[in-house]
């Protein structure tokens, strides 16, 4: 068993505001780390793959930086909306193992 | 969407008794995953299938059992049912290991 943990565990933010968390996973044997945003009631939607240090994936607002050699990565949402507001997961898998280990989430509220 | 469906969506059963769930896609992905999500703990892999009749064990297997005699189809079975099984059950699909991982809408099974 893997550890990844994400922080913070929980998040509130003004509508415009920027903010950003994030994931921490085991600097050796790295592979793969996924973003999913998790709406409350639906299930898990990928946001971003991530398999090189260095890489900065961007989707509209959102963005995530990858640093493999330090075991973190970085979700970013610049001017928060209330559409914004979920439960974002990483989700780590080595290159010794076959299955992801999925981080506990940071849940993102945001007050318009 | 990805196709993917799992039935039942909703369950109650008894402590003791066997339950099957079922999850079916359409998108002839490779790999299909099934997940566990509790208070606490995210989401925690129960077994996967890399193809028809492959199968390999996760992270909290223990007390579960999986089939799959079709690319479609990848069933998830509680031998005997007991009340540390309630939870609410993730179906997943995707292409290759280290690829994006598409959920289906989550079962809830209440074991009482």
Redo the contacts between chains.
Sequence with gaps: ?LNVEQSPQSLHVQEGDSTNFTCSFPSSNF??L?WYRWETA?????LF?M?LNGDEKKKGRISATLNTKEGYSYLYIKGSQPEDSATY?C?F?SNTG????????TSLTVIP | DAGITQSPRHKVTETGTPVTLRCHQTENHRYMYWYRQDPGHGLRLIHYSYGVKDTDKGEVSDGYSVSRSKTEDFLLTLESATSSQTSVYFCAISLADQETQYFGPGTRLLVL
């Design positions: 068993i592979y793969a996924h639906k299930s898990p939607e990928a793959v398999t997961l989700a898998m076959n299955q992801f280990y999925f981080g506990t989430g």
